[in-house]
């Protein structure tokens, strides 16, 4: 078993870290963790069309009358709460969507340059 030390650093060098940048006097965070940034794209993504589509699904299925057999604990606190959960599941979904498909760079960029025309 290794040491108790080497498991700390271990999980230490896995946690992010966040320095602070000075950008037209608000105050941004850059990430210096592939784990937690915007890197992981496809895993976004891929996190995103899940939410969505089954979010989709399942409201589609409690039209017919039957639900997806992993979901059915959300009808135990009942119906309505069911259907707000599965509306929070599309929207976070298309939020996820969206963050993870636009280019922050070129949008830094952009408000720069509008920035400077005004």
Known sequence: MPPLAAIFNFIQNRLPTFEPVKHF???MVRCSNTLICMKNKGLLLLLGYLLFSLGVTSMVMEL???????L?????????????L?????ISGILIIVFARTDW???????????EEV
């Open 86 to 90: 599965k509306i929070l599941m599309l």
């Open 64 to 70: 017919v009358g039957t639900h997806w057999y992993f």
């Open 72 to 84: 059915g604990w959300l009808e135990h606190a009942g119906r309505l709460t069911a259907f707000v």
């Open 105 to 115: 760079e070129q949008e830094k960029l952009d408000s720069m340059k509008d920035e």
């Open 25 to 27: 006097s608000v105050q």
